[in-house]
C-alpha cells in the first residue's frame, strides 16, 4: 500500500529543457516522475491534433480531475513525485487543488531560442508557446502566498549544478549529484510523444553547454517573437540567476529612494513601469546624445518654473532644428498625466527630456530622423540631491567648460561628456562636485550647477557665456535683489571662490546649496553663511506659494 507522496510541479513552455530536467530529477532515489500526466485531458478540452493523438487518447487517462486526483496526487513509494507539466496543458475545468497542493516551480526559455526549432511536429503560435499561462500560473501562486521559483534554462546550461543546487535549496529538498547526468536512451517513464520530440534528449547524458553561436532567425516568426519576450522578461525578473550562477551579473543594488521602484515613466506617448521604460537603439538620444532635457521639481501639487522650463525646452530643440516636435500643450498633459499616475504632489523631481527621435537607420545624420521626436518624463521621488543644511564641498577639475566656439551652452542638450569628465574628478577626490572653469581660467559653473559667491556683502555669479544659464540660478538672481543685495555678474577668478565668505550653487534638483570647502580651503568659518540662509528661505518660499497647478490635485 503507497503513502502519501510529496508532488514537485515543474511548469514550462515546450523546448525548454523540461525533458533533461525531467531526467535529472528522476536519477535522485527518493523521487518518482510523471511526464505530463495532463497531456490527454488538454487534447480532449482544446481539441487540439497530434500525429499521436489516437494513440495518447486510447492510453492515457482523459479526466483532469481524475488525473489531478488519482495520479498526480495518488500514493506513491518514493518521498517526492516529479509532475512535468506543459503550461498550456492546464486548461479550465480543472480542480483548483492542482495549483494549492505541493511544491511548484516554473522553467523559463528565451523565444529565441525556442522558436527556431519549435515547428518540426507542431506549427509555433502564441497559444502553443504558453508564455502568458506561465504568468498567469506565477500569479496565481503568487496570490496563494507562494510565489514560486524560476529557473531560466540558460542558467542550467551554463552551470548545471550551481543552478540545480539553487532550485532545490528554494523547493527546500536536498540537491544529490546524481542529477548532473543520466544514461542515453529513452526512458519508462516517456510519454508516448517521444518519438516525435525527445530525439535530441535521448542522445544526451547530462545537460549540454548552449551553442557558442546561434543560428539565423528565421523573420517568418519575427512577429512571434515579439509577443513572447515580454512575458519572457516577465518571469527572467523573478529568477535568482545571482545565487544560481557564482561568477555572475552583479547584485540588484538598492535604490537611493526604495519607493522609485514601482514608478511610472512617460515614453514616446505612453506611461509605462520602470523596467520597461525604454526607448530605441535607433534614437537619437543612443545614436549620438542627440536630445535636450529640462529639470523641474514639484512643491505642494504645483510645478514650479514650468513655462520658463518648457521655453528653454523649445529653445533648445529650435537651436538643434529639431523637427515634428510636439506642442507646448502636449508637453504639458505628458507632464500631467505622469505626475498624476505616479501621485508625486511634492519632493518630487522631474527629468524631461525631448530626443530628435527614432532613425530609420543608423547614423549621424538627421536626414535619418522620420519618426517625429520621442518625449520621456521620467517623475521620482527626490529630496534635494546635496546637504543643504552642513554644506557641500567642491574640487576644481581640470576638464574644461566648453566654449561657444565648440558646442554653445545655452542649448540644453544631452551630449554632457564635458560635464561627466569633471564629475569623474570630483567622485575621485571625494568631492560632491567638481568647479569648471572656462578657456580663460576664470570659474564657470560646477560640472551640474550654477555658482554664487558672496564677498563683503556682494553677491557675485559669473556670466552665462561658458555655463548654462540656469533657471534656478534666474530664480536667485531676482531674489537677491528683491532681499536689496547687491549683485555683481562678471568673470571670478578661482582665488576670488577660494576666499570668499560664502558661496552656493543653484540647481533644479539641489536648489541653493551652501558650499563650505573648495579645494580644501575653508569658505568662511565652515558653516552655511547669513546670506546664503536668507536666499534659501526666499527661495523655498516663492517656490511653494508659485508655479502652475496640476489638473485636479486637492490639497489634503
Known amino acids: 500500500m503507497g503513502e502519501e507522496i510529496e508532488v514537485i510541479h515543474s511548469w514550462s513552455a515546450p523546448r525548454s529543457l523540461s525533458t533533461s530536467l525531467m531526467y535529472s530529477f528522476a536519477q535522485r532515489n527518493d523521487i518518482e516522475v510523471l511526464d505530463e500526466p495532463l497531456y490527454a485531458n488538454f487534447l480532449r478540452v482544446t481539441g487540439a491534433d497530434r500525429p499521436y493523438k489516437e494513440e495518447l487518447m486510447s492510453k492515457m487517462e482523459n479526466d483532469g480531475n481524475k488525473v489531478v486526483k488519482e495520479v498526480i496526487f ?9 509532475c512535468k507539466h506543459i503550461a498550456k496543458q492546464r486548461v479550465p475545468g480543472l480542480t483548483n487543488e492542482l495549483m494549492k497542493r505541493g511544491k511548484h516551480f516554473i522553467l523559463i526559455r528565451n523565444p529565441l531560442d525556442i522558436l527556431p526549432s519549435f515547428d518540426k511536429v507542431v506549427p509555433p503560435s502564441f497559444l502553443e508557446l504558453g508564455l502568458a499561462e506561465l504568468v498567469s500560473i506565477y500569479s496565481e501562486l503568487s496570490e496563494l502566498g507562494k510565489p514560486p521559483p524560476v529557473i531560466d ?23 544529490q549529484d546524481s542529477m548532473l547526468g543520466w544514461e542515453a536512451g529513452p526512458k519508462s517513464f516517456d ?13 544526451s547524458t547530462g545537460f549540454a553547454p548552449a551553442k557558442k553561436y546561434p543560428t539565423p532567425f528565421p523573420t517568418s516568426l519575427y512577429d512571434l517573437l515579439e509577443q513572447s519576450l515580454p512575458f519572457y522578461n516577465m518571469l527572467k525578473r523573478h529568477t535568482r540567476r545571482s545565487s544560481y550562477i557564482l561568477n555572475s551579473t552583479l547584485p540588484h543594488p538598492s535604490l537611493p529612494v526604495p519607493a522609485n521602484e ?7 506617448d505612453e506611461i509605462v513601469p520602470r523596467e520597461t521604460a525604454k526607448v530605441s537603439v535607433f534614437d537619437s538620444v543612443v545614436q549620438g546624445g542627440d536630445a535636450v532635457w529640462e529639470g523641474l ?6 510645478l514650479f518654473k514650468l513655462e520658463e522650463h518648457l521655453d528653454r525646452l523649445f529653445d533648445s530643440a529650435k537651436a538643434l532644428a529639431f523637427s515634428n516636435v510636439p506642442t507646448r500643450e502636449e508637453v504639458k498633459e505628458a507632464i500631467f498625466k505622469t505626475v498624476l499616475t505616479n501621485g508625486m504632489f511634492g519632493n518630487a523631481h522631474i527629468r524631461l527630456t525631448l530626443t530628435r527621435g527614432k532613425k530609420v537607420t543608423s547614423g549621424m545624420s538627421p536626414a535619418f530622423n522620420r519618426y517625429g521626436c520621442t518625449l520621456i518624463v521620467l517623475a521620482e521621488w527626490k529630496p534635494p540631491v546635496y546637504d543643504n543644511e552642513k554644506g557641500i564641498t567642491l574640487v576644481t577639475a581640470t576638464t574644461r567648460r566648453n566654449s561657444p566656439n565648440n558646442l554653445d551652452s545655452k542649448i540644453h542638450h544631452n551630449n554632457l561628456l564635458n560635464n561627466i569628465l569633471a564629475k569623474i574628478e570630483g567622485n575621485n577626490a571625494g568631492a560632491d562636485d567638481a568647479v569648471m572653469l572656462d578657456k580663460d581660467g576664470y570659474v564657470s559653473e560646477t560640472n551640474a550647477t550654477n555658482i554664487f559667491l558672496v564677498k563683503k556683502g556682494r553677491v557675485v555669479t559669473p556670466h552665462a557665456d561658458y555655463c548654462l544659464p540656469g533657471i534656478t540660478r534666474a530664480t536667485v538672481m531676482e531674489l537677491v535683489l528683491k532681499e536689496n543685495l547687491v549683485l555683481e555678474e562678471r568673470r571670478i577668478s578661482l582665488s576670488e571662490f577660494h576666499t570668499a565668505d560664502e558661496v552656493w550653487t543653484t540647481g533644479t534638483m539641489g536648489e541653493l546649496s551652501p558650499v563650505v570647502k573648495i579645494d580644501g580651503r575653508i569658505i568662511g ?3 552655511v553663511g547669513p546670506v546664503t540662509q536668507r536666499l534659501q528661505n526666499a527661495y523655498k518660499k516663492l517656490a511653494e506659494e508659485s508655479g502652475v497647478s496640476i489638473p485636479t490635485y486637492q490639497k489634503s
Open 525 to 527: 568659518d565652515g558653516r
Open 74 to 82: 495518488g500514493a506513491g513509494v518514493k518521498k517526492y513525485r516529479y
Open 191 to 203: 510519454g508516448i510523444w517521444a518519438p516525435w520530440w525527445y530525439k535530441s534528449v535521448h542522445k
Open 297 to 302: 521639481r514639484v512643491y505642494s501639487g504645483k
Open 262 to 268: 514601482k514608478l511610472l515613466a512617460w515614453v514616446g
Open 153 to 175: 534554462a540558460a542558467d542550467i546550461q551554463e552551470n548545471p549544478e550551481a543552478a540545480l543546487r539553487g532550485l532545490c535549496e528554494d523547493l527546500d529538498i536536498p540537491f
